[in-house]
């Protein structure tokens, strides 16, 4: 049986992986920032695992990793994200809720990855997959603003892609996802897609992964995403 790590599981895409993966009969590894908050999460059947995690509390990530040491991950999902405070346009910048910011869609999700490869190294599958954003794409920028969480999710892709080439010599593929406009908290409910389209889809082109993908930048139905 495969194991899947979830970060932000309690609701959105992080839920509606842990609730296709557990239905596909993955292990999963579901983590939340507070469990007891999330009646979703603990209403999905199969073989799931719930876990607290905040990823911008250091002292927690390491504390998990220390609790599933020897067990094995292939794959690790680093998918919480935050927006940020909203409008983001000059002239109304929270200079402090990008701090927040920063720390939890990229510091976070280096943090997770530095403290679980050895689980993922150890595993069949070797994948660690980030939720980016097509937003952070700096040559799909035309319409300006959302400066908070479009440079967090630029951060992240450059320092995902750093990982994937330092980890490449471990045997792990690193890949950045964009899972398309989705109606969740975030997404709001005027989005393009519904979480389980999405997800489908991303679970079908994460299966599909290799290697030699390590390093891009995907969308969620397998097509490449611009820099
Ligand atoms: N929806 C879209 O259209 C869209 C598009 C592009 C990219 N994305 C990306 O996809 C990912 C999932 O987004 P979503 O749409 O599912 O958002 P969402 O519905 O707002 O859910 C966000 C999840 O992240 C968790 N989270 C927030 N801060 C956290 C922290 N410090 N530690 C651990 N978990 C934390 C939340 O947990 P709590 O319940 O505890 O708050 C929640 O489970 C994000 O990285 C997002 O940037 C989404």
Redesign the pocket.
Known sequence: MPTVMI?????????EFTRQYAADGWRVIA????PA??GALAGVKGTVEVHP?????HATIAALAETLDGQTIDLLLN?????GTRPADLGTIDYPAWDEVM???VM?PLKVAEQFTEHVAQSGRKLMVA?????GSIAANDSGGAYI?RSS?AALNAVMKSLSVDLAARGIAVVMF??????????GAG?ALD?PESVAAMIEAIAALDLEDGGRFINYDGTEVPW
């Open positions: 970060t932000g599981a309690s609701r959105g895409l992080g839920l983590t939340c920032r507070t908050d999330a995690l905040d990823v911008a509390d998918n919480a994200g935050i927006y720390r939890v869609n976070g939720m980016s954003s097509r937003v969480y999710k964009h899972p398309g406009w989705v109606t969740t908290d975030m997404g989005a979480a």
